[in-house]
């Protein structure tokens, strides 16, 4: 240990040198000048000051910096680098240390991450000082008294790629933009496999199923609820934390990560007692909140601060270059990204997979049995750019780096890591509702209600899982709008909520879910109105006569037990679109009209009814297929020729799985309903993948 750190004093006084050479403003030599030999002795006071205080001072700067917004923090982190580098000089003896702060900042960003990155290469190839760390991370981590020797059984790492479908993967590795998931298969290390959502194919009731095995009663991204008066969001962290409780409730089980576990970047926790950025714990409030802690473990270290903020401003100039293109060339399907999108797409794209990868870094390096995380990147730029646009291609291959890194790191583990690739759901493309109609799927439902309809509609709120992580990261849960948790509007005017291509439609002065005839009686041109909309593919009510019934264009009406015999409307939408539709039926908080956008299955096409180019929540297309990557070495996740359906279903094969591994397999502990946050792990102790576009 002792000699790679003076191998990183050594580079950065080089740095420094180099760096005084080149800018006018920085000097390490006295107004008179010096010899050779001086000046290479200020340079090492300043470099082994400047480390020193990097060191002991700057997680002590970082952790009273925790109070401030996470993008803050990205912003600020070049100041007092070069603040701590001004204070470094200052301690060479004679003052010949100097530079200016605008100077200083410079200096200190390049040392920073010249410091880091020949730290991190030192260390995976001196293999004793890497298991002494290992070791000492493992201890700090798990507040074991001595260091040992790791478990010889594999933990398991999930990964999920969020909304990266099963065909944009193989499509991807066809083209050669994901080699590492490429070589997997290649080599046949690794078993591909798709699955099918359920009706809603969206995070939320996708990371629950799969995470606490029970998404029951959740019909979409956001939904009102008429016995409580709300509604619910899933991206919203207190309807996250009770979604959480719900399920558990529902199943008595803690969860996939119950033992020895760490959910890292997740709408919900999986049971696991070590959290970070998980949004089902953004709710708490107080000092037992600190999922935000794991801003604090990877910002911890000056060079990361560096890199991931130099990586935020690069993307936020990518974005504002590529949506300039796309607006100049007249892309079509096009949906505006201006405002505060480019600096959320940095921050999903750059600052939360920076943190959520180094988070997993440091649970291997700990020999965590079982580690969830959740990489939204694509998610968020799919929606806008598009599902198969080049924008998000090249997001695909940055996160095929990042698993590349994981998987190198797990060779060093202190014990054997099966890494496991999965999606929630897919994407599927089209233009919206609004763009193609001219009005919204609100403008509609108040029209047939004759209600009247305002000039300038106002448009709808991405569901992007990212805002939801930006939102906590400033400190600001609590969603704007139309997302407010009781409806603004009048009670006896009907609520209109879009999921994607999945609208739902409730009136809050029924107490009950409305029958057709009740609608019809009250608004009777409303379910025609609808149903014949060429932009609707059908809708679900309940019936008085025939209970739940399919309505579709010219008068179609489908009672959902005949649906395998005439699926009618449903026919485009595939064989299991009916079992989709019968399960979200029997919810308690379905809606009294559910609405789904038309589907053109020959181009693979949906219309959202939010202002997403690429979207899911529905059924119709790409949406609905997700994709399994597990090692062979796993039994396979179901028998030849059958089918995965449903985020239940993948929860159970993913416990199998653990248990095959001797991995957590435990009954709900009932003093562990509420797991606690984690800021323990260091990412500053791992190098961070190469963040360059």
Known sequence: MCWRSIAVWAVSTVTMLVLAGILPDFQLQSDNGDSATRIALTAALGAGAFGILSALVWPLLVRALLLVPALVLGLVVFFLNGGLLIFALALVPDGRGEANPETAVV?????????????????????DAYRRR?????????????????????????????????????????????????????????????????????TGASQ????????????????????????????????????????????????LLTLDGASRGNLFSGGAEQVALVLSVAARRGKENRSRAGYFAYFSDPANAVRTALSFVAEVGREIGQSTRARLTRQRPRVGRGGLYPFIRAFATVVERDVVVAAVIGDML????????????????????????????KVLARLDRSLALIAKVAEHAPRPYRIVVLSDHGQSPGET??????????????????????RRARRTHSGA?????VRAALRRPVEEGGEKHRPASRRSEPIVLASGNLGLVSFPDVPHRMSKEEIDARHPALLPTLADHPGIGFLLVRSEEHGAVVLGARGAEIPLADLDERP?????????????????DSFPHTADIMVNSWYDPAEGEVLAFEEQIGSHGGLGGAQGHPFLLAPEVFSPPVAKDAELVGAQQVHHVLRRWLREGSGPQ????????????????????????????
Not at 216 to 229: C, G, L, N, S
Not at 465 to 469: C, H, L, Y
Request: net charge negative; aromatic share 6%.
């Open 107 to 127: 200096v200190a960003a390049v040392m920073s991450a010249v410091a880091s990155a020949t730290g991190g290469a030192l260390a995976v190839r001196d293999d």
């Open 134 to 202: 290992l070791y000492r991370l493992a201890a700090r981590r798990r507040r074991r008294g001595s260091a040992g020797e790791g478990p010889s059984t594999p933990g398991t790492v999930f990964l999920q790629l969020d909304g990266v479908g099963h065909d944009v993967l193989r499509d991807a590795v066809d083209l050669g933009v994901m080699p590492t998931v490429g070589t997997w298969l290649g080599a046949g290390t690794h078993r591909l496999t798709p699955w099918r959502t359920d009706w809603s194919s969206q």
């Open 208 to 255: 629950l199923g799969i995470l606490h095995g029970s998404n029951y009663d959740v019909p979409a991204f956001r939904w009102y609820e008429k016995d409580t008066r709300e509604i619910q969001v899933s991206n919203r962290p207190t309807s996250a934390a009770e979604l959480q409780r719900r399920a558990i409730e529902h199943t008595g089980d803690g969860g």
């Open 366 to 393: 700990a020999g965590r049995s079982a580690v969830y995380a959740d990489l939204v990147a694509y998610d968020e730029v799919a929606h806008h750019s598009g599902p198969v646009s080049r924008d998000a291609e």
């Open 433 to 454: 509702f609004r763009a193609r109609y001219g009005l919204g799927l609100q403008d509609l439902v108040r029209a047939g209600c004759g209600l009247p309809v305002p």
């Open 465 to 469: 899982e990212a805002r939801a992580a």
């Open 568 to 584: 009618g409307p449903l026919a485009d939408f595939g064989a299991h679109a009916a079992d989709a539709v019968r399960r979200t």
């Open 666 to 693: 435990v009954p709900l502990d009932e003093s562990r309903h509420e797991p606690a946050p984690d800021a323990s792990f260091t990412a500053a102790t791992v190098t961070p993948q190469d963040n360059s576009a």
